[in-house]
């Protein structure tokens, strides 16, 4: 595989069909990610972006067409081996863990690379984990606290939003804490892709703001590590990607730098179907 | 959020725990206690499935206590019964036999109904040394389990041939149907009838089991009219074999129907109507039987209709029990557990309302009445 | 040939359309209501003996049915409002067991009023009969398949025509947005209760008709047979309730022509779980609908689909104190307990002890697997029996010492539990509890019907208390048997405080939470509820053994749905996935019955209202949910 050189093909995303009855979501879709990207998927309600991000993680799965990481198909995986090649992702709707606390749901990610699988060698099957587990065995509990001092890393990452508030449980957190919640959990993982998507939404222009700079501090950190993220408040997109896709009735409209693509007049059309003055536009989505 | 449980809490939950166990512990009441009366424990599923049989035991019991104490009870001292629910599940039927064994006062138990409760509880009793006597259960089992243990119907292996011959004396017999109730007894009877059967040279095309709770019979009454039998055993209880009467008879099949005693019941002529007419049965107890009017009139004196075999089993239960203590006070002696259990065994024959016992290994060998159900009536066939 | 394969057809399809008629209720419920109403059965039973006493009280047929309908509709809707109502923020699974309550306290109440026997009931037209090939048809079987076709037609143009029916689906699919589009939410859940229960009382006359008879318990057997209906067509589709019904009949009917009647449940529950593994949704299912608690999730809400989430959503959900004692804490006051036998407890509190910690061991298996890892489990009971027949059938056999009957009793159930809710991996919600309810039956009924193996319904009599390899310590006393109850009970509590506080009870925890999110974030789920089945089958096992060896009888009775209930009410009552609360709740109802004895035939119906009443004012269990 060649995912350690600079700039090679990660992801390849080849002629991708999907259609939910009348809708189509999905309408040949055809792009490659490359490793190390920054790419943000933009575009109005119902393009497809977020259909996008469910089939490359295998929630949903492509009609036809196939989706490719490093060579390997994986359109026909499921969601957890998906996750143990690398890929993490977030949810529109802030999928978190309701009764679980902060730190047990970060930890819940830590437990595929506990067992091991997809990018790390197998470590414990079904019964050798069980036995180690109830006898406490000392491999175990080793990696069981590498994965709690993993996880507190991970959390200290967002200042005192989280590490504080570890023993809450996440359904009594702010909207805004459930987003970072979620992306704690995927970055536990250390992920070779994140998914992240609307990781702003719901957010004030203050909070907006300290997210967008703890993305760009991990995109200093890791820079190998590719991003792919579903935005609709462009001033992120164009404050932290390198390159941006825009959507609009499941095919992609404009491919080109973030500046390059909110300009374009199809994105202006694509988004309020008449052409109006972009300064409008952008005022309205920069408001989110 | 994830707080330890205080000492207070603690000591909350030990009160609760506590609490209970005092209501567990509670003692039995007071007159069950004293020496001035001879006290049986009775036991059966008062609610629950087979609540409508353990009703018509306690009816008999509460009635023969009555007339046993109007009558100047045991030796002068009154005869108390102490009354249990167990509704035909095995762990309350043992912790029911926990209670009886511990209570000292408690010299005979009566009960269950079922065998498998019986059986359950009988393994206690044994341990305990306390004369159990079951009303109704005929598995060959029950009274392996030691010499406390006695009933009142014959077992089901020989009552079994007492059926085939029953069916033989009065049908055709060339190809039967045979259709038991799936529980211990009808389980054990269908096997027991079809091996008589097919040695005496009788056909068995069709030998099919009653879940409990079945209703629709109407896929079984298919195959029989397939099947073109010349008779049918029945070996299943009242409720569900009314119904399968019903759509037997709707299906214009008009075979002659044989069953045990558990299709003797005044409710199936009720239920089945005009499709119980001919359907021939056995049993140890009939109320038209001119030597058992003085049971007949009292019963339906004090409850308002005949009594049912399941009301004669347990009034004979109970009632031979009490002889085995009469003895023992005629002849000056205490009544004892083992005291009663050796009287009970060694009683002579009892003439009681389901026919004459006399115990061997506590099980009995009674003649059985042959009826007919005729214009909506049980009628003696012999 | 073809007459008879013909003829069993048409049998199956009248019986079908009884079937039919009972799965419309559950079918409406669910959909609108979103939750399985298991006094559905209880209805139908009211509105049977409503008409017969009417009946018999001189009333004429006409003007009975009218009114039985009438006041069992009445009966739905107040159930609604008193049980279901109260519960909006309570877990998911509380009305559920509210529902369940309710159907314990109405057939205690009825065995009261109308004695437990069987009535004859008034059926003026099954005199009337065509006879088709070796079947026949008669008057009442023609109601039945003209009433069950037009409450259909009239169902489906009620829901999609009327106002009220609109106001029902928008409320089916979204309350939160039907309570913005001022749909007044409550009151529709409360209407489709009393639509239900007239449903219901019509289904339960025309079932008396058809048999001519009704009795007080008839509402389980043929609720089960009404849910099966209702899964099979995909719960929440009302033509599916229908073909549902026709297609179990039909099963029904050739298992009995071709196999034998004594099959005939248990080939229809093994179809009924074969349609679910090929198809979750069942045949006309609306997959939208699986994902309970989703719907509130999808506008706004946190999306969940655990059973422990309340159907007001994440909003809903208090803070609440959890009680959760320290492992030494357990094992100190089991040790504590095990000083009964030295201060004098009589054998019969040493039986019901002794009975309470078999109740407090499954409780503790049930509790990982419901509670934790969030799979409802309706038929837990099947494990306690595999555990139980295996400790019997090799006492029996090879005497083997009571270590090893213990541990060949847990792996047996073990395997059993993971071979068996296999299938139920896929599904989600309430639909895992009907199939894992199915499973249960078929366990059961196989223990009745497998005679060569299991002796069937004779049972196994005279099963011996083994003594310890350990030393060759004696257990045949009743104390010995106290003690060794206890020990396994603290076994287990250890053996499921080691998982709960493992990253496994963690992934459990997370899987019960949302499956989907678990998945995105690498937990392979199958592993883990393959792991709980394991864990939970294992200690369920080791209870049954130690019941075998208490009661030294074993037959099918002690397995059956009414034990898998109780259970899950011990969990429910304790407080989901916390092991002190299935301790507490364990050793409470297990004790219940005993302590209520002195009143005798109201204990049923005592028991009921106290689980009512818990679950109204203390719906996250006595010792809190983890």
């Given at each position: 595989m060649s995912m350690s050189t600079p700039n090679s093909a990660a992801l390849v995303i080849d002629k991708v069909n999907r259609r939910f009855g009348g809708v189509v979501?999905?309408?040949?879709?055809d792009f490659t990610i490359r490793q190390g990207e920054f790419l943000a998927v933009v575009g109005p309600n119902g393009a497809g972006k977020s259909t996008l991000l469910q089939m490359i993680s295998g929630v949903i799965r492509p009609q036809e067409g196939e989706i490719r990481l490093g060579g390997r198909r994986?359109?026909?995986?499921?969601p957890e081996a998906i996750n143990a090649l690398g890929i993490s992702r977030t949810f529109q709707t802030s999928?978190?863990?309701?009764?679980?606390t902060i730190r047990d749901s970060i930890l819940v990610g830590t437990q595929v690379g506990l067992i091991g699988?997809?990018?790390?060698?197998?470590?414990?099957g079904p019964v050798g984990e069980l036995v180690s587990a109830l006898f406490r065995l000392p491999g175990y509990r080793a990696s069981a606290a590498a994965a709690e001092a993993r996880a507190e890393e991970v959390m200290k990452m967002f200042g005192d939003r989280l590490w504080p508030r570890?023993?809450?449980?996440?359904?009594?957190?702010s909207y805004a804490n459930r987003r970072r919640l979620e992306i704690a959990r995927a970055l536990v993982q250390d992920p070779d892709i994140l998914l992240l998507d609307?990781?702003?939404?719901?957010?004030?222009p203050s909070e907006t703001d300290e997210l967008t700079e703890i993305i760009a501090e991990l995109r200093r950190s890791r820079p190998s590590m590719t991003i792919v993220m579903v935005e609709h408040k462009l001033q992120v997109v164009r404050q932290l990607a390198e390159r941006c896709i825009v959507m609009s009735q499941g095919t992609v409209i404009v491919d080109d730098t973030p500046a390059g693509a909110l300009e374009d007049p199809r994105v202006i059309e694509a988004y309020l179907g008449t052409k109006r003055s972009a300064a409008a536009f952008g005022k309205v989505n920069d408001d989110g | 959020m994830k707080r330890r449980m205080n000492w207070l809490g603690r000591a909350g939950l030990a009160l609760v725990a506590a609490g209970l166990l005092q209501g567990l512990a509670a003692p039995a009441p007071a007159l069950a206690q004293s020496q001035d009366s001879v006290t049986f424990g009775f036991f059966a599923?008062?609610?629950?499935?087979f609540g409508a049989n353990g009703e018509r035991f306690k009816e008999a019991v509460n009635l023969f206590v009555e007339q046993t104490n109007a009558a100047g009870g045991i030796g002068g001292k009154p005869l108390v019964v102490l009354t249990e629910d167990d509704r035909g599940e095995p762990m309350q039927a043992t912790a029911i036999a926990q209670k009886f064994s511990e209570?000292?006062?408690?010299?005979a138990a009566i009960g269950s109904f079922t065998s498998g409760n019986s059986i359950a509880a009988g393994e206690i009793f044994a341990a305990a040394g306390v004369p159990q006597v079951s009303p109704s259960s005929s598995h060959p089992d029950y009274t392996k389990i030691s010499k406390y243990q006695f009933r009142i119907p014959n077992t089901q292996d020989t009552m079994s041939l007492k059926y085939v011959s029953a069916l033989k004396d009065n049908a055709p017999h060339k190809r039967v149907a045979i259709i038991y109730f799936q529980d211990d007894w009808g389980i054990f009877v269908g096997n027991a009838t079809k091996a008589a059967l097919e040695k005496d040279g009788?056909?068995?095309?069709v030998f099919e089991a009653m879940l409990p709770d079945?209703?629709?019979?109407r896929p079984l009454v298919t195959k029989l009219r397939q099947a073109n039998v010349d008779s049918i055993l029945l070996a299943s209880h009242y409720g569900p074999s009314a119904t399968f009467l019903q759509q037997l008879r709707q299906a214009g099949l008009e075979q002659t129907v044989v069953g045990p005693e558990?299709?003797?019941?005044?409710e199936l002529i009720t239920l089945a109507g005009d499709a119980a007419n001919g359907v021939i049965t056995t049993t140890y107890?009939?109320?038209?039987?001119?030597?058992k009017v003085a049971f007949v009139d009292a019963y339906k004196a004090k409850y308002g209709r005949d009594p049912d075999l399941w009301a004669a089993y347990a009034y004979d239960a109970i009632a031979i029990a009490t002889a085995g203590a009469k003895a023992l006070a005629d002849a000056g002696k205490p009544v004892t557990r083992d005291a009663l259990r050796d009287a009970i065994a060694d009683l002579p024959a009892y003439d009681g309302v389901t026919g004459v016992t006399k115990f061997v290994n506590g099980t009995p060998a009674k003649d059985l009445t042959i009826l007919k159900i005729k214009d909506g009536a049980y009628t003696l066939l012999q | 040939m073809l007459e008879l394969f013909l003829s069993q057809i048409l049998n199956g399809v009248v019986i079908g359309f009884v079937y039919a008629l009972i799965a419309l209720g559950f079918s409406l419920v669910f959909g609108v209501a979103n939750i399985i109403n298991f006094a559905q059965g209880a209805l139908l039973m009211l509105g049977a003996f409503l008409t017969f006493t009417m009946v018999r009280l001189g009333a004429p047929i006409a003007v009975a049915i009218p009114l039985a309908i009438a006041i069992t509709t009445a009966t739905g809707m107040l159930i609604e409002r008193l049980?279901?109502?109260?519960?909006?923020?309570?877990?998911?699974?509380a009305p559920l067991l509210s529902t369940l309550a309710i159907a314990i306290i109405f057939d205690a109440a009825a065995e009261m009023i109308w004695t437990a026997e069987i009535q004859s009931f008034p059926s003026p037209?099954?005199?009337?009969v065509v006879f088709v090939g070796s079947a026949y048809l008669t008057g009442v079987d023609f109601l039945i398949i003209a009433v069950s076709l037009s409450v259909m037609a009239g169902l489906m143009l009620f829901l999609s025509r009327s106002w009220m029916g609109k106001a029902l689906r928008a409320t089916a699919q979204d309350p939160e947005a039907a309570t913005q589009m001022g749909i007044n939410v409550p009151l529709m859940r409360q209407f489709s209760f009393g639509l239900a229960g007239a449903l219901g009382a019509l289904a339960g006359v025309l079932i008396g008709m058809y048999y001519m008879s009704v009795f007080p318990q008839m509402g389980i057997p043929y609720g089960l047979k009404g849910f099966a209906a209702a899964l099979l067509g995909g719960l929440s589709s009302i033509p599916g309730a229908i073909v549902g019904g026709i297609l179990l009949g039909i099963f029904e009917s050739l298992a009995s022509g071709y196999v034998g009647e004594g099959w005939r449940d248990v080939i229809a529950f093994s179809v009924l779980l074969l349609v679910l593994i090929v198809r979750p949704h069942g045949l006309?299912?609306?997959?939208?609908?699986?994902?309970?608690?989703g719907a509130s999730g999808a506008t706004g809400g946190i999306p969940t689909t655990s059973v422990?989430?309340?159907?007001?959503?994440?909003?809903?959900r208090t803070k609440q104190r959890l009680i959760e004692a320290p492992l030494l804490v357990l094992l100190g006051v089991i040790a504590l307990f095990a000083l009964l036998p030295a201060l004098g407890g009589s054998n019969y509190l040493l039986q019901v002890g002794t009975q309470a910690a078999i109740y407090a061991v499954l409780a503790v298996s049930l509790t990982l697997l419901t509670?934790?890892?969030?799979?409802?489990?309706?038929?837990?009971a099947a494990f306690f029996g595999v555990g139980a027949y295996a400790a019997a059938l090799a006492g029996r056999n090879w005497g083997i010492p009571a270590e090893a009957a213990f541990l060949l009793a847990g792996v047996a159930a073990a395997v059993f539990a993971a071979v068996l809710y296999?299938?139920?991996?896929?599904l989600s919600g309430h639909t895992v509890g009907l199939a894992t309810l199915a499973i249960g039956q078929i366990v059961y009924l196989v223990c009745l019907n497998w005679?060569?193996?299991?002796r069937g319904p004779m049972g196994i009599p005279g099963v011996q208390r083994p003594s310890l390899?350990?030393?060759?310590?004696?257990?045949?006393s009743l104390a010995a048997q106290y003690w060794q109850a206890l020990v396994v009970l603290a076994i287990a509590v250890t053996i499921a405080f080691a998982m709960l506080n493992s990253p496994i009870g963690r992934t459990w925890r997370a899987i019960r939470e949302d499956r989907l999110a678990a998945r995105a974030s690498g937990v392979p789920v199958s592993r883990y509820l393959t792991l709980v089945f394991l864990v939970s089958g294992f200690l369920a096992g080791l209870a049954g053994a130690q019941f075998a060896f208490l009661q030294n009888f074993v037959s099918?009775?002690?397995?059956?749905i009414d034990t898998s209930i109780v259970l899950i009410s011990m969990i429910v009552l304790g407080g989901l996935g916390n092991i002190t609360g299935a301790l507490v709740g364990g050793v409470l109802l297990a004790l219940l019955p005993e302590v209520l004895r002195e009143f005798a035939q109201y204990r049923m119906l005592a028991y009921g209202a106290i689980l009512l009443l818990l679950l109204r004012f203390r719906p996250q269990g006595l010792a809190g949910t983890r």
């Open positions: 979501a999905a309408n040949a879709l994986i359109d026909r995986l499921t999928r978190v863990f309701p009764m679980l699988g997809g990018r790390s060698p197998r470590r414990y570890r023993n809450d449980q996440a359904f009594s957190l609307e990781p702003a939404a719901g957010m004030n | 599923p008062l609610t629950g499935r209570n000292p006062a408690v010299v009788s056909e068995v095309p079945a209703r629709d019979f558990t299709l003797y019941n005044p107890f009939f109320p038209g039987d001119p030597t | 049980a279901l109502r109260p519960l909006q923020n309570a877990p998911y699974i037209l099954s005199k009337y006309f299912g609306n997959k939208s609908l699986d994902a309970l608690g422990v989430a309340s159907m007001a959503g994440a909003t809903g509670g934790s890892a969030g799979i409802i489990s309706i038929g837990h296999w299938p139920t991996i896929r005679v060569d193996v299991t390899l350990l030393g060759g310590i004696d257990m045949k099918p009775e002690s397995f059956m």
